[in-house]
């Protein structure tokens, strides 16, 4: 596996997360979603806007339901048939998201397709490390980029492919170990602090475009934190980090913020060298 050790090199992978960072999945995407199911399962909780933004703290849909579950109804993780249960209302909660995506619903954000496209053009591997469910990725994908999207991404990190979840770094891990690079010649794109947490910890320099529902997260370590991508036209804003030298994020920015984080690492390496 790829160790924070490695060669330094030039920008050869971008790492993308998916909710909140390719669309804004989570307040009309996944939240709803949940309720719907929840309504199904006869259950009487209503997931708020704000309610829902205290349990982005707990990653994964699974371990979310649980979370709550077990503050507010344990009795329902107690019975004989709980594991199942909670799979179960899970399975319905990711098909009524999938509704909700091909539906239309749900857009990509700023700059997200035009950056994939010229990164792709480029030939910059592509990459997902994320803790959705692999169906719920499919149906974004397919929705928003065409009955080619998967193919754009070389290596998708998604739902329960690693045991611990962010801000745990195994995704990232378990992405490397499949591109075969050093986390040097990558870079990620996050929108939350789990996200930079678990991206930081593998040891990529990451970007972060806030949404919402991140927009007061400690990103400290960010390459750069902004509103979004941006577009032509429609700027993105700086919030903290490396400046934007333009409007939008292109492959020419990410390549000069991944250099300086190379070279970051490089004047730390050589002063633990020379305190040895």
């Known amino acids: 596996m790829p160790t924070a050790c490695a060669a330094p090199t030039d920008l ?5 997360d998916v909710d909140g960072t390719l669309a804004d999945t ?3 995407g996944h939240r709803v979603a949940f309720n719907r199911a929840f309504a199904r399962f006869g259950l009487p909780w209503e997931w708020s806007v704000a309610t829902y933004g205290e349990l982005l703290a707990v990653t994964g849909g699974k371990e979310r339901i ?9 009795q329902w993780l107690e019975r004989p048939d709980g594991g199942a249960w909670l799979a179960g209302l899970h399975q319905l909660k990711s098909e009524i998201y999938g509704e ?14 035009r950056l994939i496209g010229e990164l792709r053009g480029a030939g910059v591997r592509l990459a997902i490390a994320t803790t959705t469910t692999r169906s719920s990725l499919d149906s974004l994908l397919l929705s928003s980029l065409g009955d080619d999207a998967q193919s754009l991404f070389e290596v998708i990190g998604a739902g329960d492919v690693v045991a611990h979840k962010k801000p745990a770094p195994d995704i990232y891990h378990w992405v490397l ?9 990558c870079l990620a794109v996050e929108d939350s602090q789990p996200g930079i947490l678990a991206a930081s910890a593998a040891g990529l320099p990451t970007l972060i475009t806030v949404n919402a529902y ?3 997260d400690d990103f400290s370590g960010a390459l750069s934190v902004l509103s979004d991508l941006g577009e032509p036209g429609q ?24 250099q300086t984080a190379v070279n970051t690492l490089n004047r730390r390496q050589a002063a633990c060298l020379a305190t040895s």
């Open 12 to 16: 050869q992978a971008v790492v993308f």
């Open 26 to 28: 989570e307040r009309d």
């Open 66 to 74: 649980r979370h709550f579950a077990a503050r507010q109804a344990p």
């Open 100 to 113: 909700l995506v091909r539906a239309g619903t749900i857009a990509l954000r700023p700059g997200v397709a």
């Open 177 to 185: 170990q499949r591109l075969q690079l050093p986390p040097q010649a």
């Open 214 to 216: 991140t927009a007061a």
């Open 235 to 258: 700027p993105a804003k700086r919030l903290a980090g490396q400046a934007l030298d333009g409007d939008c994020v292109d492959l020419a920015q990410l390549r000069r913020w991944q």
